[in-house]
């Protein structure tokens, strides 16, 4: 346990905080980060040492000696230690939660996290199921190695997510190995081995009762962590739903902007000649009494003159209205004959 902690001070000290500066992360990244660091260099070690008693033992040539000659009481001195140090270390996240300062909503997924680690290694140990205990451990930790590492690339270059497709992948396949090789085991390899009973003192657990129990515990937490784990790949289908939608909406807005400046708020139209645009533009101006266009300077006293009589025909139909459909014809063909004059003037 103390060399889990000094352990855990030197990563954090020496690599990860470091990387932090330099990246500058968000508080929520960063304590992310700092997990996931943790966790990568601890499952790295720890499939490691274990994928080597597992090939020194010849565990994984031989899948019989998972039940065969149960119990296993007597184990290598590695096997043992390799015990010793997993559960020393999930021992030591405890009151690393406090040191850490961890956010009060973050706790109980923590602590969740970590007593199964604790009951499902401490079980092991003490049931006599080491063999099947090591090799679901360097599977389950191989996986979430991947997984960390994953988030520690993403966390670098968000482009980066290679990573989780291949972690949901074996992921999946993990849970249905678990399952598979403990049933194999618990359910027919000792069912069928022949010290059936229970003695204490010769640590034969070996009963109806404890195997479903541990059958019991193992598809509980296989079906929480598929739980989990579906629960995690519908928020990130969400999200990159969402971000696709806004990105659309983005696009969408962008093009239409592309269009407005394209058609003008006075109707131009982009397929019109240049020339026509001016004259849309001018015609519109005096209709609305806007004289904010752009026209030769020896004109603008003409113009200037004829925008306030547009404005003031403007005035005079709007008084007149349809009641009298002859005076506000007339009007209607002098505005006009003014708007043609004036275009005339701008030289169009």
């Known amino acids: 346990m103390l060399v889990a902690i000094i352990m855990h001070a030197i990563i954090q000290e020496y690599v990860l ?7 500058h992360f968000s508080k929520t990244k960063h304590s992310k980060f700092n997990e996931s660091g943790q966790l990568s260099a601890f499952y790295l070690f720890s499939f490691s040492w274990g994928a080597s008693i597992l090939v020194s033992e010849n565990f994984l040539s031989n899948p019989v000696t998972l039940w065969e000659d149960y119990p296993h009481i007597l184990m290598p001195f590695q096997l043992k230690f390799y015990y010793i140090c997993q559960l020393g270390y999930w021992l030591h996240s405890l009151p690393e939660l406090y040191f850490q300062k961890t956010k009060k909503e973050d706790i109980p997924r923590q602590l969740v996290y970590i007593l199964l680690y604790l009951v499902h290694i401490a079980g ?93 515990a193992i598809c509980l937490s296989q079906a929480f962590m598929m739980l989990k784990f579906i629960k995690f790949q519908l928020r990130r289908w969400r999200e990159h739903a969402d971000a696709q939608i806004l990105k659309k909406k983005q696009v969408s807005n962008k093009g239409k ?38 026209v030769p ?25 349809y009641e009298h459909p002859l005076r506000f014809c007339v009007l ?16 169009i």
């Not at 905080?17 to 990246?23: A, E, G, Q, T, V």
């Not at 020896?298 to 306030?308: L, R």
Request: glycine share 6%; proline share 1%.
């Open 17 to 23: 905080d470091k990387i932090n500066k330099k990246k």
């Open 332 to 347: 209607e063909i002098v505005q006009h004959a003014l708007v043609q004059y004036a275009l005339f003037c701008c030289a």
């Open 297 to 321: 300077a020896q004109t603008y006293p003409q113009i200037d003159w004829i925008s306030t009589s547009v404005c003031l025909f403007n005035f005079l139909k709007l008084r007149s209205g």
């Open 124 to 216: 092991a140990y003490v049931l006599n199921l080491n063999r099947l205990g090591l090799v679901l451990l360097v599977l389950h930790y191989f996986v979430e190695l991947l997984f960390h590492v994953s988030r520690l690339i993403y966390f670098s270059n968000e482009n980066r997510q290679l990573g989780f497709t291949m972690w949901a992948v074996l992921f999946v396949l993990g849970r249905l190995l678990t399952l598979s090789l403990s049933v194999l085991t618990v359910g027919f390899g000792l069912a069928n081995a022949e010290n059936q009973g229970f003695d204490w003192a010769a640590g034969n657990f070996n009963v109806l009762f404890v195997r479903i129990t541990v059958l019991a």
């Open 257 to 294: 902007s592309k269009k407005d400046k394209a058609n003008g708020i006075n109707g131009v139209h982009s397929h019109d000649s240049p020339k026509a645009r001016k004259k849309i533009v001018i015609r519109k101006a005096l209709l609305n009494g806007s004289f904010s266009f752009s």
